[in-house]
Nanobody, 121 residues
Framework: VQLVESGGGLVQAGGSLRLSCAAS????????MGWYRQAPGKQRELVAA????????TYADSVKGRFAISRDNTKNTMYLQMDSLKPEDTALYYC???????????????WGQGTQVTVSS
């Protein structure tokens, strides 16, 4: 599975960005996708995940009400709409492919190259 992110950039606090992740390859092996982020000096964290039918699996508490994950299966693309951005959202955002079972998201070792999101105060 190959994953390619786009849409990152520099934005002021309170602004919005929309990330995209295009998937290709053996996508029949996955039934869910997720967005992770990693800020300097911090561990990579799961931001949001969505199942193949569009069901939202989870959001991190820190982004609930501000971020929205979605996918377009006709385009094999996943999105992350980020509104009301805060400086603490600054990180490298990664797309991941995995599976949904037992009520949670389980990542496979399929990662995109990452896209930088920087929020200025």
């Amino acid at each position: 599975v190959q994953l390619v992110e786009s849409g990152g950039g520099l934005v002021q606090a309170g602004g919005s960005l929309r990330l995209s992740c295009a998937a290709s390859g053996s996508i029949f092996s996955i039934n869910a996708m997720g967005w992770y982020r990693q800020a300097p000096g911090k561990q990579r964290e799961l931001v949001a995940a969505v199942a193949s039918g569009g069901m939202i699996i989870t959001y991190a508490d820190s982004v609930k009400g501000r971020f929205a994950i979605s996918r377009d299966n006709t385009k094999n693309t996943m999105y992350l709409q980020m509104d009301s951005l805060k400086p603490e959202d600054t990180a490298l955002y990664y797309c991941n492919a995995g599976v949904y079972y037992s009520g949670s998201y389980h990542p496979y070792d399929y990662w995109g190259q990452g896209t930088q999101v920087t929020v200025s105060s």
